[in-house]
């Protein structure tokens, strides 16, 4: 089954460390995004990648970072600059990144960071 | 830029109860709209969409229909289950063709027996 994979589900941290969290798609998807969720609140895009080997900054990019090496594989690390890091990270994916297309979402990972 | 506002939550209903979970919009040029459904502790799943104005979306009972004139694009099921207790998510895409989507804040729905 075609579909989108996050882990791990839950990740715990001591403030100051990077980390990374694991997104992989076998849709074949060319765009994929990633996601902020905190409680109450929609959904705030992070970083986008329309193509391997670019990305572009969303709305609240300060403080992560991600690479897009494979088609299959977006992952978004964490830095230390971010001030909340505390969330629940949605990654997602679409066929292309046009209102065409209707994204898929993985799972989720939930990050605390103490 | 292109915005949409949900009816705020929680939303609390005894089983069969008719639903509604007002979804309007503003946006310039013709946006698509989204439900999506995000079930305790896991992503989001899409419910419907409709990509033109008086399209209608519908999937597992829920209908919702693009509304240009009204600019809403509300969720309804005429017979809510406790399986449905969730959070609902609308959303449009943003200006121009770019995919990306603008999410409302959510609406919690909690069915009771």
């Known amino acids: 089954d075609g579909g989108i994979t996050q882990s791990p589900k839950y990740l715990f941290r001591k403030e100051g460390q990077n980390v990374t969290l694991s997104c992989e798609q076998n849709l074949n998807h060319d765009a994929m995004y990633w996601y902020r969720q905190d409680p109450g609140q929609g959904l705030r895009l992070i970083y986008y990648s329309q193509i391997v080997n670019d990305f572009q900054k969303g709305d609240i990019a300060e403080g992560y970072s991600v690479s897009r090496e494979k088609k299959e594989s977006f992952p978004l690390t964490v830095t230390s600059a971010q001030k909340n890091p505390t969330a629940f990270y949605l990654c997602a994916s679409s066929r292309q990144m046009t209102n065409s297309y209707e994204q898929y979402f993985g799972p989720g990972t939930r990050l605390t960071v103490t | 830029g292109n915005s949409v506002t949900q009816m705020e939550g929680p939303v609390t209903l005894s089983e069969e109860a008719f639903l509604t979970i007002n979804c309007t919009y503003t946006?310039?040029?013709?946006?698509?709209l989204f439900w999506y459904v995000q079930y305790p502790g896991e992503g989001l799943q899409l419910l419907l969409k409709?990509?033109?104005?008086?399209d209608k979306g519908s999937n597992k009972g829920f209908e919702a229909t693009y509304r240009k004139e009204t600019t809403s694009f509300h969720l309804e099921k005429g017979s809510v289950q406790v399986s449905d207790s969730a959070v609902y998510f609308c959303?449009?895409?943003?200006?121009?063709?770019?995919?990306?989507?603008?999410f409302g804040q959510g609406t919690t729905l909690q069915v009771k027996p």
């Open positions: 946006a310039t040029g013709y946006p698509s």
């Open positions: 409709a990509t033109k104005a008086d």
């Open positions: 959303a449009l895409t943003g200006g121009g063709n770019t995919g990306k989507l603008i």
